[in-house]
């Protein structure tokens, strides 16, 4: 059975909130630099979440490729873009990258139905 990511996403959301709440200035900051970082620009914000999801399963960080596939697809990324990010992860992270790769194409046929 695989697992549900949109609960996930909710338990890191959560979790993000009562550090936002604990360290309000420094989180403050970070959202700040979220929103101008992952915003329209020369690349399209869904672009910049792919980056975000491909860094995330590079790094293994559940919550990461969780919150920026929801958000590329909420941006319109499809099934296939996906995969080919994960594949450019993957790539570089070598066989620790299937194990969360295979999470964001998980997740984001979850976040698809949605």
């Known amino acids: 059975m695989s697992k549900d990511y949109k609960a996930e996403f909710k338990d890191v959301s959560s979790e993000y909130m009562t550090l936002q709440n604990a360290a309000t200035d420094t989180l403050g900051a970070f959202g700040q630099l979220h929103k101008a970082a992952m915003g329209d620009g020369a690349l399209p914000g869904k672009y910049k979440e792919l980056i975000a999801m491909a860094i995330g399963v590079g ?8 919150s920026h596939t929801r958000a590329a ?11 080919e990010a994960v594949g450019v992860a993957v790539m570089m992270a070598g066989g620790p990258g299937t194990v969360y790769g295979a999470k964001a194409i998980e997740a984001a046929k979850q976040f698809a139905e949605a």
């Open 73 to 83: 697809v909420k941006k319109g990324a499809t099934q296939q873009e996906i995969a």
């Open 59 to 66: 790094l293994r960080c559940e919550g990461c490729v969780v």
